[in-house]
C-alpha cells in the first residue's frame, strides 16, 4: 500500500484545503459541530445550501463526469476531499443516500435522459432522495420482497409495504425494488424504479427509534401509478440494479464514531478512584484492543483504495469491515456508559458528557448492526468469498417465488 499523495495529488489536495479554508470554518476541538442536534428541517436546509455552494464552485460530487454535475476527478482525488472536508464544521448527512447509492444505480443502468434528468439535481442538493428496498417480511433476504408491480400500458401500478426507509418522509425521489412477476425464482422476477415521492398512494410514516430520533420511515404505497419510463433498467433486472446500490452502500462503511481516541479521552478526564480512568490497566487493555481494531479496519480501507487506484476491482473487504466497525461502536459506548456510572444515562447535547455522543452511540448501535447488511448476512459474504467456504444451502434458489412456503402456508 502506498500512503503518500502523488505529487498530482498534493497538488489537488492543497487546492481542496485553500477552497474549504476560505469557505468553511475548521471542525472545533472534540469534534463537537455546530450542527449537532440542529431541528431537521434546518439541518436539511443547511445540508442544502453547503451542497450548493460545492455545486456552484465545483466541488460537489467531484468524482462524477461534469455532464451529470461532478468534476471529472479520480477515485483517489475523490477520497482526498473526503479527508480533507471532514477537518471542517460542514453540515452532514441526508444527501448521502441520493449520493452513494441512488446515483450509483442510475449512472449504471438509467438512459441518457434519466442521467440528464437527475443527476445533476442530485449533485446539486436540490432534490433529496431516498431508499426503497427492505421490508417486514424481506429485510436480510431482499430478494423475497412482496411489492407487487403490475404492468398497465405504459404505467406500472404499485401496492405494498417498505421498511427502514431513511429520509423517506422529506425526500423528493426514491429508488424502489418491486416484484412484477411470482412466477419464476425470486431473483429473476424483480423490476426497479425511480418513484417520485409525493405521488398520490404514497404514504411515509416517520418511526420514533429508541434514541429519540425519526429519521427512518415505514412508506404503505397504494395503487402508486409510476411511469415506465422511470423504470431503471430492464423488466426483470431489477436485482442486477439493486445489488448496484448495496455494493455501494456499504463501500466505506468503516468510520465509526465514537472511536478508540474518544474512549481515550473520556478515560483521561474522568477518575477513579483519585487518579484518571485511563491509568486503570484494564481501561488500558480495552482502548487498546479497540485501536487495534480500528487501525486494522482502515488499513484494509487503504487496501481497496490501493486497488482501485490501480484499476483493480475491490473484493469484499468492505463487509469486514463493517462488521468490525459496527460492533466496536457499540462496545465502546457501553463502556462509555459505565464509565460514567450515573451520567451515562442522560442523554442531550446540552445535559449529557460529550455532547450526549455515547448515550445516542449506545442507543443507536443495534441498529447500525442492520443497516447495510445484519452482521449475519456480512459473516456469509465473507466465509463464501474471503475464506472460500462452502455456500449456505439454498433450497429456493430454482423454485418460483410463489411457491415458496411462508409462515401463512
Same mark, same amino acid.
Given at each position: 500500500?502506498?500512503? !503518500?499523495?502523488?505529487?498530482?495529488?498534493?497538488?489537488?489536495? *492543497?487546492?481542496?484545503?485553500? &477552497?474549504?479554508?476560505?469557505?468553511?470554518?475548521?471542525?472545533?476541538?472534540?469534534?463537537?459541530?455546530?450542527?449537532?442536534?440542529?431541528?431537521? !428541517?434546518?439541518?436539511?436546509?443547511?445540508?442544502?445550501? &453547503?451542497?450548493?455552494?460545492?455545486?456552484?464552485?465545483?466541488?460537489?460530487?467531484?468524482?462524477?463526469? #461534469?455532464?451529470?454535475?461532478?468534476?471529472?476527478?479520480?477515485?483517489?482525488?475523490?477520497?482526498?476531499?473526503?479527508?480533507? @472536508?471532514? #477537518?471542517?464544521?460542514? /453540515?452532514?448527512?441526508?444527501?448521502?443516500?441520493?449520493?452513494?447509492?441512488?446515483?450509483? *444505480?442510475?449512472?449504471?443502468?438509467?438512459?441518457?435522459?434519466?442521467?440528464?434528468?437527475?443527476?445533476?439535481?442530485?449533485? %446539486?442538493?436540490?432534490?433529496?432522495?431516498?431508499?426503497?428496498?427492505?421490508?417486514?417480511?424481506?429485510?436480510?433476504?431482499? +430478494?423475497?420482497?412482496?411489492?407487487?408491480?403490475?404492468?398497465?400500458?405504459?404505467?406500472?401500478?404499485?401496492?405494498? !409495504?417498505?421498511?427502514?426507509?431513511?429520509?423517506?418522509?422529506?425526500?423528493?425521489?426514491?429508488? $424502489?425494488?418491486?416484484?412484477?412477476?411470482?412466477?419464476?425464482?425470486?431473483?429473476?422476477?424483480?423490476?426497479?424504479?425511480?418513484? =417520485?415521492?409525493?405521488?398520490?398512494?404514497?404514504? /411515509?410514516?416517520?418511526?420514533?427509534?429508541?434514541?429519540?430520533?425519526?429519521?427512518?420511515?415505514?412508506?404503505? $404505497?397504494?395503487?402508486?401509478?409510476? /411511469? =415506465?419510463?422511470?423504470? $431503471?433498467?430492464?423488466?426483470?433486472?431489477?436485482?442486477?440494479?439493486?445489488?448496484?446500490?448495496?455494493?455501494? @452502500?456499504?463501500?466505506?462503511?468503516?468510520?465509526?464514531?465514537?472511536?478508540?481516541?474518544?474512549?481515550?479521552?473520556?478515560?483521561?478526564?474522568?477518575?477513579?478512584?483519585?487518579?484518571?480512568?485511563?491509568?486503570?490497566?484494564?481501561?488500558? @487493555?480495552?482502548?487498546? =484492543?479497540?485501536?487495534?481494531?480500528?487501525?486494522?479496519?482502515?488499513?484494509?480501507?487503504?487496501?481497496?483504495?490501493?486497488?482501485?487506484?490501480?484499476?483493480?476491482?475491490?473484493?469484499?473487504?468492505?463487509?469486514?469491515?463493517?462488521?468490525?466497525?459496527?460492533?466496536?461502536? !457499540?462496545?465502546?459506548?457501553?463502556?462509555?456508559?459505565?464509565?460514567?456510572?450515573?451520567?451515562?444515562?442522560? %442523554?442531550?447535547?446540552?445535559?449529557?458528557?460529550?455532547?450526549?455522543?455515547?448515550?445516542?452511540?449506545?442507543?443507536? *448501535? /443495534?441498529?447500525?448492526?442492520? +443497516?447495510?447488511?445484519? =452482521?449475519?448476512?456480512?459473516?456469509?459474504?465473507? +466465509?463464501?468469498?474471503?475464506?472460500?467456504?462452502?455456500?449456505?444451502?439454498?433450497?429456493?434458489?430454482?423454485?418460483?417465488?410463489?411457491?415458496?412456503?411462508?409462515?401463512?402456508?
Amino acid at each position: 500500500m502506498d500512503f !503518500q499523495d502523488s505529487p498530482q495529488e498534493a497538488t489537488f489536495r *492543497a487546492e481542496a484545503r485553500a &477552497w474549504l479554508e476560505a469557505n468553511a470554518e475548521a471542525l472545533p476541538p472534540g469534534g463537537t459541530s455546530r450542527y449537532d442536534g440542529l431541528p431537521e !428541517q434546518d439541518g436539511l436546509a443547511a445540508m442544502k445550501e &453547503w451542497q450548493q455552494k460545492k455545486y456552484d464552485d465545483g466541488w460537489a460530487c467531484i468524482t462524477w463526469p #461534469k455532464e451529470h454535475g461532478g468534476r471529472g476527478a479520480t477515485f483517489m482525488e475523490g477520497v482526498i476531499w473526503a479527508q480533507e @472536508e471532514a #477537518k471542517f464544521d460542514v /453540515p452532514e448527512g441526508y444527501l448521502g443516500i441520493g449520493h452513494g447509492t441512488c446515483a450509483p *444505480a442510475i449512472m449504471a443502468h438509467g438512459t441518457e435522459e434519466q442521467k440528464r434528468r437527475y443527476l445533476p439535481k442530485l449533485a %446539486s442538493g436540490e432534490e433529496v432522495w431516498c431508499q426503497l428496498f427492505s421490508e417486514p417480511g424481506a429485510g436480510s433476504d431482499l +430478494a423475497g420482497l412482496r411489492t407487487r408491480a403490475e404492468r398497465d400500458g405504459d404505467q406500472w401500478v404499485v401496492n405494498g !409495504q417498505k421498511v427502514w426507509n431513511s429520509g423517506a418522509h422529506y425526500a423528493d425521489w426514491g429508488i $424502489l425494488v418491486t416484484r412484477h412477476d411470482p412466477s419464476v425464482p425470486k431473483h429473476k422476477g424483480l423490476t426497479f424504479f425511480v418513484v =417520485d415521492m409525493k405521488s398520490p398512494g404514497i404514504d /411515509p410514516r416517520p418511526i420514533r427509534q429508541i434514541p429519540g430520533t425519526s429519521e427512518f420511515n415505514e412508506v404503505f $404505497l397504494q395503487n402508486v401509478r409510476i /411511469p =415506465d419510463h422511470n423504470r $431503471l433498467g430492464e423488466v426483470g433486472a431489477g436485482w442486477q440494479v439493486a445489488i448496484t446500490t448495496l455494493m455501494n @452502500e456499504r463501500h466505506g462503511r468503516y468510520n465509526m464514531t465514537p472511536d478508540w481516541s474518544d474512549a481515550l479521552r473520556l478515560a483521561s478526564e474522568l477518575e477513579i478512584d483519585g487518579e484518571p480512568a485511563a491509568n486503570q490497566s484494564s481501561v488500558r @487493555e480495552r482502548i487498546a =484492543d479497540w485501536y487495534v481494531q480500528c487501525r486494522g479496519v482502515e488499513l484494509t480501507f487503504m487496501r481497496t483504495l490501493t486497488a482501485i487506484s490501480q484499476g483493480k476491482q475491490p473484493g469484499p473487504e468492505n463487509s469486514i469491515c463493517k462488521v468490525i466497525t459496527a460492533s466496536a461502536r !457499540q462496545d465502546i459506548a457501553s463502556f462509555a456508559a459505565d464509565l460514567l456510572d450515573s451520567a451515562g444515562a442522560v %442523554s442531550g447535547r446540552e445535559d449529557a458528557p460529550s455532547a450526549g455522543m455515547f448515550h445516542y452511540a449506545y442507543l443507536a *448501535a /443495534p441498529g447500525m448492526r442492520i +443497516a447495510a447488511g445484519t =452482521d449475519e448476512i456480512l459473516r456469509n459474504i465473507i +466465509a463464501e468469498r474471503v475464506l472460500t467456504l462452502p455456500g449456505e444451502i439454498r433450497v429456493d434458489r430454482d423454485r418460483a417465488f410463489s411457491d415458496i412456503p411462508t409462515g401463512a402456508n
